[in-house]
């Protein structure tokens, strides 16, 4: 197999128990271009998804153990998918997260740099490592160094992988190796921490901030998955989709009620109206909903030749309908309230 889009013939995927992974061996075991599918976890998937997966093999295996090794070994593999990346998951870091990622990553690193047999690596990163602050670029690109990097939760455990997979393409020139950093993910299936936190009641917000934000549909994210593993493309890529939506506009559509607090008090005030069904609030996810980010997807569609279905206000929408979240106060209300707010300010110049 070489690396100029041919389809790959034995395809391992780590991860194969959380959505993207599991639905993705779902989507390649459909593929009768590819000869083999091995979904690899520590957990088994449920026994719908085992359904759904088909033709490909589930093997048990923890991931921070040599056995991914032998395991790529023994099956031939030239493609390995690493999925197993725990950033889209509804709960906040903690140490033994951060030794499954980091540790995982490594391992599945170091197995397919020895396999000759690995021709392609694609690693599912995410746009949390390029953090978020207050000197934040408008557009984050591929190439963007930030000066105050991440230095905990899933932004740091994932440019440490990511690390490990570029040293791996140095070291093995004839691998291609591509990075997919997609933006927060929405869908009707998949649950996340955004997600959870737009179906709260009321939403903590930092008060005198407006933050951009982009989304990308569960479908796309999964498109872009598959894509990258039949396109042979080596590079960094950005994966989002097209516009910007302000976070009190992503609030409003979901009929939640935005509150306003310092954004020193994000995470505690979160932590109050627990029990109302607020989403905990982490550090990391705290920045990100003060500052916002917002990615630079050119390359994505020059380089990669990914285009994703759902623009960001489209995968808010999608994920509203298909929730069928309720919203506190009506859509009229809100613009009631609105104009009244307005006629007020207007009389008090």
């Known amino acids: 197999m070489t690396n100029t889009g041919e389809p790959p013939e034995v395809v391992l995927v780590t991860g194969a128990s959380t959505f993207l992974g599991g639905y993705l061996v779902t989507r390649l075991a459909q593929d009768a271009r590819i000869r083999r599918v091995l979904a690899v976890d520590s957990r088994p998937p449920s026994k719908d998804m085992l359904r759904r997966m088909g033709r490909a093999e589930f093997v048990r295996a923890d991931i921070r153990r040599p056995v991914v090794a032998s395991i790529i070994e023994q099956s031939q593999v030239d493609t390995v998918v690493h999925a197993a990346t725990s950033v889209m998951d509804s709960v906040g870091h903690s140490p033994a997260i951060k030794e499954f990622d980091v540790i995982g990553g490594m391992q599945v690193c170091a197995a397919a740099q020895r396999a000759p047999s690995v021709r392609r690596f694609v690693l599912r990163s995410t746009g949390m490592v390029y953090g978020a602050s207050a000197d934040s670029p408008a557009h984050f690109s591929e190439d963007y160094r930030p000066r105050n990097e991440p230095r ?9 992988i990511e690390g490990y997979a570029r040293g791996m393409a140095r070291r093995r020139t004839d691998m291609t190796v591509t990075i997919l950093r997609p933006t927060s993910l929405l869908g009707p299936r998949i649950s996340t921490r955004m997600s959870t936190y737009l179906s709260s009641p009321v939403v903590p917000m930092s008060l005198g901030y407006e933050p951009r934000l982009q989304f990308l549909h569960e479908e796309d994210a999964l ?6 593993t039949f396109a042979g493309r080596a590079g960094t890529f950005n994966i989002a989709g097209d516009g910007v939506v302000t976070l009190t506009q992503a609030v409003r ?3 939640g009620i935005p509150l306003p607090v310092p954004s020193p008090l994000l995470t505690p005030v979160a932590g109050v109206f627990r029990n109302l ?6 550090g990391d996810q705290s920045r990100y909903l003060t500052y916002g980010r917002v990615l630079d997807t050119a390359r994505m569609r020059s380089e990669l030749g990914f285009a994703p279905r759902y623009s960001s206000i489209g995968t ?19 613009v009631r309230l609105e104009k009244r707010i307005d006629e007020a300010t207007r009389g008090l110049v």
């Not at 069904?277 to 982490?282: H, L, Q």
């Open 152 to 160: 905990s939760g899933y932004g740091r455990d994932l440019l440490d």
């Open 223 to 228: 498109a872009a998955m598959e894509h990258a």
């Open 253 to 255: 559509r979901c009929g």
């Open 277 to 282: 069904r607020v989403a905990n609030m982490y």
């Open 316 to 334: 808010l929408d999608d994920f509203i309908a298909r929730r069928s979240l309720d919203p506190v106060l009506p859509p009229e209300t809100w």
